[in-house]
Structures are given as C-alpha cells and as structure tokens.
C-alpha cells in the first residue's frame, strides 16, 4: 500500500478534486484555488490503470510575534 498511495513521476494526474487537469497550470490553479485545504483527491493513470489517491499537505505554522 506505501509505494502505490504516492505519486510517482511516470504517473500522469487526470483531476484535482474532480477539476480535470490537462496540463501544470491547471494543477497549479486547482491547487491554488482550494489553498485553504490540507487534503485534496487526486485521481492519475499509473500504468495505464486509473488511481485515486488522496495527497495530504501539512498545515503552515503560524508564526509569533515576540517583539515588545
């Protein structure tokens, strides 16, 4: 299950949270898009075979203000 549920650079991404992805822009304006999410669907072709993984990134830090 590890090695199967990551994407792997011969896998080609077909959606981004169903927003159908034909080339970087789109993944990049999907992504940009659901910029407050932390988990997106993305559905790819590995090998032919249709695969729906689902991509976890973690959430920025907030940062403190320590000046007086």
């Known amino acids: 299950v590890g090695s199967e549920m990551c994407i792997r650079d011969s896998d080609i ?6 927003r159908t ?11 940009r898009e659901a910029a407050a999410k932390t988990t997106y669907s993305i559905q790819l072709m590995r090998e032919g075979k249709p695969l729906t993984i689902d991509v976890k990134f973690p959430k920025p830090l907030r940062k403190a203000d320590l000046h007086p």
């Open 13 to 18: 991404i077909t959606q981004i949270d169903g």
């Open 21 to 31: 992805i034909t080339n970087v822009g789109d993944a990049r304006e999907a992504l």
